[in-house]
Structure formats: C-alpha cells, structure tokens
T-cell receptor, first 111, second 113 residues
Framework: SQTIHQWPATLVQPVGSPLSLECTVE??????LYWYRQAAGRGLQLLFY??????ISSEVPQNLSASRPQDRQFILSSKKLLLSDSGFYLC??????????FGSGTRLTVV | AQSVTQLDSQVPVFEEAPVELRCNYS??????LFWYVQYPNQGLQLLLK??????LVKGINGFEAEFNKSQTSFHLRKPSVHISDTAEYFC???????????FGAGTTVTVRA
C-alpha cells in the first residue's frame, strides 16, 4: 500500500534562517507531488506541484522553493525565512483522478 | 480556473442532530469533487469523492454528499453527528484535465453534547 511521510512534525525557526521540509512517498511510482500551506484560520493554498523528477511548477510568488531530486521525494526550502512563512505545510501525492493523499503536516513557526 | 466556496465558516451542532455543510464551485471544464476532514494538527483525510455516475456519494463515518450540476453544488450531510465529528471540513475541486485540487476555506464543525 502507498504511504506518505512528512517531517518534521513541528519546527520553530528564527527569522532569516533556512528551511528544509522533506516529503517521501512509498508504494507508488511517478506520482504527482504537491506542497500546500494552511495559514491560521484560512484554507489550503497550493504552493508547488511536480509531475516528475526535476519538474516543478510554482503557483504563487513567494519566499519558498521546491525540488524533486528523486521520483518519490519532494523538498520545500527557503534560504531566509520570513514571519509570514509561518503556517501548517502539507505534502500530498496523487495519481490520476482518485484524489490526493496527504501527509500528516509540519507546523512551522517563524519567530 | 475553478473556485470553491464553502458557505459556512462555523457550524455548531448538538450531538445526534443532522448536519449539512454547503459547497458551491465554479469551473469552465468538467470537475471532480471531494470532501476532506482535518482533525486538529493532522493532515487531511478523504471523506468521499464524486468522479462520475450516481450523484449521491456515500463516504466514511456515515457522511454522504450530493452532486448537483445545475446548481454547481456538492453539499455534505450526516443524519446524526457524534462528538468525534468535531473537525474542520474542506470541499475541494479538481479539473478533469489536470487534477490540481482547489480548496474551499473550510467549515469548522463543533459538536456539543
């Protein structure tokens, strides 16, 4: 069966520090991968998606970047965090129209 | 591009009472429709989905939803809620040609004894 792992679960980082969040998927090949952000009291905003290794599409301009170095690995990064980067980050994967499967999320607090 | 509107941001309800969460969407192409539930500090869990066929869709935990193409709606219902149904619920839509999900702002359901 397919599983998705996302870590860390919580993270507190100072403003200006770098960020690296990792997501890996098991039990499937060539999945579509996604990073979403959920700000407090708001819905989910699609940040990046990838349909293959090295293929990254950005949905909104921001202080973050994403990379897909391997088929089932998706990384969210920042060189210098801003206060506005705080939120709950969710990784997800999909294949076709069956819907997405989400990871358990990372709570990022920038202080 | 598609958009999703969840008409209620907060829904308080008593235990064993029915609940309906409203969702409307707009899209210029065919869509697939989903409802997800999120418990505090957790990821999203799929409740149910409409891809094609019968417009009444049954999901997990006793939830069901009805797709109404003419009204572009996909309302979620449960005839009798439990305390454990307290959570945030998200309606989502994907285009049939690219599968990117767009979410509504969410509805917080609080079930009281």
């Amino acid at each position: 069966s397919q599983t998705i792992h996302q870590w860390p679960a919580t993270l507190v980082q100072p403003v200006g520090s770098p960020l690296s969040l990792e997501c890996t998927v098991e039990g499937t090949s060539n999945p579509n991968l996604y990073w979403y952000r959920q700000a407090a009291g708001r819905g989910l905003q699609l940040l990046f998606y990838s349909v293959g290794i090295g293929q990254i599409s950005s949905e909104v301009p921001q202080n973050l970047s994403a990379s897909r170095p391997q088929d089932r690995q998706f990384i969210l990064s920042s060189k210098k965090l801003l206060l506005s980067d705080s939120g709950f980050y969710l990784c997800a994967w999909s294949q076709g129209a069956e819907g997405y499967t989400f990871g358990s999320g990372t709570r990022l607090t920038v202080v | 591009a598609q958009s999703v509107t969840q008409l209620d941001s907060q829904v308080p309800v008593f235990e064993e009472a029915p609940v309906e969460l409203r969702c409307n969407y707009s899209s210029s192409v065919s869509v697939y429709l989903f409802w997800y539930v999120q418990y505090p500090n957790q990821g999203l869990q799929l409740l149910l989905k409409y891809l094609s066929g019968s417009t009444l869709v049954k999901g997990i935990n006793g939830f069901e939803a009805e797709f109404n193409k003419s009204q572009t709606s996909f309302h979620l219902r449960k005839p009798s809620v439990h305390i454990s149904d307290t959570a945030e619920y998200f309606c989502a839509v994907s285009r049939s040609n690219d599968y990117k999900l767009s979410f509504g702002a969410g509805t917080t359901v609080t079930v009281r004894a």
